[in-house]
C-alpha cells in the first residue's frame, strides 16, 4: 500500500475537459503514491483514456491542475515539461509501433532522439529492454511480423527504454486472447516488482485490474465515483460502482420512473 502521508508522485486537482460542448472531464481530482500500481476502470466513453494523455500532456485540460513531483505540469513551458516526459513511458493501446523501423529501430528511437549516447551503448540497452519483455532474438523483426500480444511487449519495451520512473498503460489487454493478456499482466507485476516505478493502468478488464492492482478508482460519466484496494471497491455499495463489477447493462439500471419522465418531457 502506498505511503499516503508523502507527497504524491501525480496529484490530478479539479481537472475539467471539454471536446467542443462535451465534458469529457468533470472535476476530476485523484492522488497516485510513489511505486504504486493504480488502475484506473470504467466503461467505453467514460473519460479514463483522456485523463491518462493528460498525464502526458497529449490533451489539454479545459481547466485544473496537474502536479508531478510537485511541479504543475499543465502551466509549464513545452520545454521544461520535456524533462518530465523523459522519465515518463507510455504503451498506447494500438503499440503506436512505427511499422517502416525493425522492432530493434523501435525501441531504441528514444535513445537516439533524447540522448547522446554512443551506438554500441544504444543497442545494448535496447537488448536488454527486449530481453526484459519477452522479444530477444525478435530485434530484426518488423511489426507486421509479430502477434498482437508480440507488438504489446515491444511497444512496452520502447516505454521502458529511457528507464521511466512512470509507466502509463492505455487498455493493455485490449485486443489480446486471455492467455496473451494474462501474460501482458504478469509482466506489469515483475515490472513492479524489479523497479518500483509508479503505474498507472486504464482498463476495463476486470481480473487483470484486481490482479495487477494496489488500489483502484472506478470512472462514470467523466467523474471518479469511487477510489480504494481492490477489496474496497468490490465491498463498494454505490451502485455506479456495482453496475460496473456486476456488468449491469445502462437499460436495467436505470430508475424506470425518471426514464419515463424523461420520455414525456
Known amino acids: 500500500m502506498p505511503n499516503e502521508n508523502e507527497e504524491p508522485m501525480i496529484r490530478v486537482d479539479d481537472l475539467v475537459t471539454h471536446f467542443g460542448e462535451r465534458r469529457i472531464l468533470n472535476h476530476v481530482s485523484l492522488d497516485i503514491y510513489r511505486g504504486e500500481t493504480l488502475v484506473i476502470l470504467g466503461g467505453s466513453g467514460t473519460g479514463k483514456s483522456t485523463l491518462l494523455r493528460h498525464l502526458v500532456r497529449l490533451e489539454t485540460p479545459t481547466s485544473g491542475h496537474i502536479y508531478i513531483k510537485g511541479q504543475d505540469v499543465c502551466h509549464m513551458p513545452e520545454e521544461q515539461f520535456n524533462q518530465y516526459r523523459r522519465k515518463m513511458g507510455m504503451l498506447f493501446q494500438s503499440a503506436a509501433l512505427f511499422n517502416s523501423m525493425t522492432i530493434e529501430e523501435n525501441v531504441s528511437l528514444p535513445l537516439r532522439e533524447l540522448t547522446k549516447l554512443e551506438e554500441p ?61 494474462a501474460g501482458i499482466d504478469m509482466l506489469i507485476l515483475r515490472l513492479k516488482q524489479a523497479f518500483r516505478m509508479t503505474i498507472v493502468v486504464v482498463t476495463h478488464e476486470l481480473p487483470s485490474a484486481f490482479l495487477i492492482a494496489d488500489r483502484m478508482t472506478v470512472m462514470q460519466g467523466g467523474e471518479i465515483v469511487a477510489v480504494g484496494t481492490p477489496d474496497e471497491i468490490r465491498n463498494n455499495t454505490d451502485p455506479r460502482v456495482q453496475q460496473f463489477m456486476n456488468r449491469v447493462p445502462d437499460d436495467e439500471n436505470r430508475d424506470v420512473q425518471a426514464y419515463l419522465r424523461n420520455l414525456t418531457e
Not at 150 to 169: N, V, W, Y
Open 121 to 181: 551503448t544504444i543497442r545494448i540497452m535496447t537488448r536488454i529492454k527486449l530481453d526484459l519483455v519477452g522479444l530477444s532474438g525478435f530485434e530484426d523483426f518488423m511489426p507486421s511480423q509479430l502477434s498482437g500480444g508480440m507488438k504489446k511487449r515491444a511497444g512496452l519495451a520502447r516505454a521502458l527504454a529511457m528507464d521511466p520512473e512512470i509507466l502509463l498503460f492505455d487498455e493493455p489487454s485490449a485486443g489480446l486472447d486471455p492467455i496473451t493478456a
